[in-house]
């Protein structure tokens, strides 16, 4: 069955497609891959159905927009018209992608079915995404239509067409016979964090810590102070007791029901995610400590450091306790 039934409509301007006409190019086309169900609309046109299965999701789409012809784009976009709501869009074609993408601010929320879709992003993390619907889409330069299938993702993704929509659409064309086909194999390593942390879940047990003992020395001609208490906020205590229970049950701290000389004031402030952070004032203290001179590295002196290296690591104080 061909896909290349083509409609008439009326509903674009012909002043939208005289401009669209001036900027875009209409790519060569090529052979149908997978056969198109076709049906007719109440205007007794004939719309092209795009349908993929559930482990390779992609759909289509028509009309590239170019500065200059003979230009190699990094990025290439094709404008289509949202029947429903007439309202023009212009998607980005990724031809290494295996999914239709549009962001839910461009669809109805009735037109949205829920599902547990997790898409896997080029660098191996995972987005989860807000459901399925099927758009009915207009190419404004050949007045073709097509049903598609879309994932709905957050609003800061770009609409999307993915590899076989745009190759059914006849926007790209590959040139299989200048490709040598290849087999993923054991080199291809997969560097995703969810990966990494399931292969080493024991470092990621727990809170950690470094090895050795920290030793801290204080002047003793300096008179020790004890704090006074800052009043706790009554509807913030039971947070900040099972916050101290976790801390001393993970070795972070440790209870003290003896006197002592020292004593600091415990500060707490609230997280964004409705978490508390717990920390003291040390000022007092770190007035009577003995301090270690060592001279601390600039750039210039760790750069060398870090020559040939590929995998970095990015460290975050989680807890001012772990300080």
């Known amino acids: 069955m061909s896909t290349e039934s083509v409609e008439s409509d009326t509903d674009i301007g012909e002043e939208i497609a005289h401009e669209l006409e001036e900027q875009q190019i209409n790519m060569a086309a090529v052979p149908s891959i997978i056969p198109f169900p076709q049906k007719l609309d109440l205007d007794g046109n004939i719309i092209v159905n795009v349908y993929t299965d559930d482990s390779e999701s992609e759909f289509e ?38 999914a239709n993408l549009i962001p839910k601010s461009l669809v109805h929320e009735s037109l949205i079915e829920e599902n547990d879709n997790t898409l896997t992003m080029y660098n191996k993390s995972q987005m989860s995404a807000y459901g399925i619907c ?56 997969d560097f995703s964090m969810q990966n990494i942390v ?16 920290l030793h801290l020395e204080i002047d003793e001609t300096i008179t020790p102070v004890k704090s006074p208490l800052r009043r706790i906020p009554i509807t913030m205590k039971p947070k900040l007791k099972s916050e101290l229970q976790r801390l001393e049950s993970n ?40 301090r270690s001179h060592y001279p601390l590295p600039i750039i210039d002196d760790l750069l060398p450091e870090l020559n040939k290296a590929k995998i970095f690591s990015k460290c975050d104080v989680k807890t001012d306790f772990g300080m």
């Open 251 to 290: 070795g972070v701290i440790k209870a003290v029901d003896t006197p002592t000389d020292w004593v600091s004031s415990l500060v707490t402030a609230k997280k964004f995610n409705g978490k508390l952070r717990i920390c003291i004032d040390p000022k007092p203290l770190n007035k009577a400590l003995k």
């Open 134 to 189: 099927m758009l009915r889409l207009k190419n404004p330069k050949t007045n073709k239509r097509y049903n598609v299938k879309f994932i709905v993702v957050g609003d800061e993704y770009t609409p999307l067409l993915g590899s076989r929509a745009i190759q059914q659409i006849s926007l790209i064309k590959i040139q299989f016979h200048n490709i040598l086909t290849c087999e993923k194999g054991d080199s291809m390593n």
């Open 61 to 98: 789409i028509n009309t590239v927009e170019s500065s200059e012809i003979n230009m190699v784009q990094s990025k290439i976009f094709a404008k289509m018209l949202l029947v429903d709501q007439n309202k023009q869009i212009k998607f980005q074609l990724d031809s290494g992608a295996t």
């Open 198 to 213: 399931k292969e080493y879940a024991d470092i990621f047990d727990g809170e950690g810590s470094f090895q050795g003992h």
